[in-house]
């Protein structure tokens, strides 16, 4: 089991732009893979990006040309840049690890004003 604290969310205008952390209490090159989800009120959680550890990426599709996922393997921290943000992508904003070790973090509430 890994654990994960996410932070770096908060209220921004539309169009803005906001960058959350996820620190990993082990290092991520121990773990497989590192998503960020969201869940948004009254809306099932979402996949939004994810890293493997060879630094392979994948996106939604929503999410896509506006989101970037990156990490810094000394800081064992994946990072979720979100640039343009929208009214939708209001939602608590979870990282999660996968693997040969599991967890999840509590979540980080993003919210767009519009």
């Known amino acids: 089991q890994v654990q994960l604290l996410e932070s770096g969310g908060g209220l921004v205008q539309a169009g803005g732009s906001l960058t959350l952390s996820c620190v990993a209490s082990?290092?991520?090159?121990?773990?497989?893979?590192i998503n960020w989800h969201r869940q948004a009120p009254g809306k099932q959680r979402e996949l939004v990006a994810g890293?493997?550890?060879?630094?392979?990426?994948n996106y939604a599709d929503s999410v896509k040309g506006r989101f970037t996922i990156s990490r810094d393997n000394a800081k064992k921290t994946v990072y979720l840049q979100m640039n343009s943000l929208k009214p939708e992508d209001t939602a608590v904003y979870y990282c999660?690890?996968?693997?040969?070790?599991?967890?999840w973090g509590q979540g980080t509430q993003v919210t767009v004003s519009s």
């Open positions: 082990v290092s991520i090159f121990s773990i497989n893979v």
């Open positions: 999660s690890a996968s693997g040969s070790l599991n967890g």
């Open positions: 890293i493997t550890r060879g630094g392979i990426t």
